[in-house]
């Protein structure tokens, strides 16, 4: 069971550290445009991971693939 205080595994070493830990919205490329946003914390050519904290869970990492969404930075 996980709780709150629990803390995300590690993250892999990233291969391309450009424009890391900034705030970012991810959304599909296709439908069901609606954004998530969270701190840019990986990605590669496959995946790309915001981190998310929320009062009900805490700290999260979120993997989205690379194929099919979009990543613009919060303006």
């Known amino acids: 069971m996980r709780t709150k205080n629990a803390q995300p595994r590690a993250l892999p070493d990233a291969e391309d550290e450009f424009q890391l830990i900034q705030e970012v919205t991810i959304a599909p490329d296709d439908y069901g445009r609606d954004p998530v946003t969270g701190t840019l914390v990986y990605t590669d050519k496959s995946v790309t991971i915001l981190a998310r904290e929320t009062a009900e869970v805490g700290l999260v990492h ?14």
């Open 62 to 75: 979120v993997h989205f693939p690379k194929l099919g969404f979009r990543v613009r930075p919060v303006e």
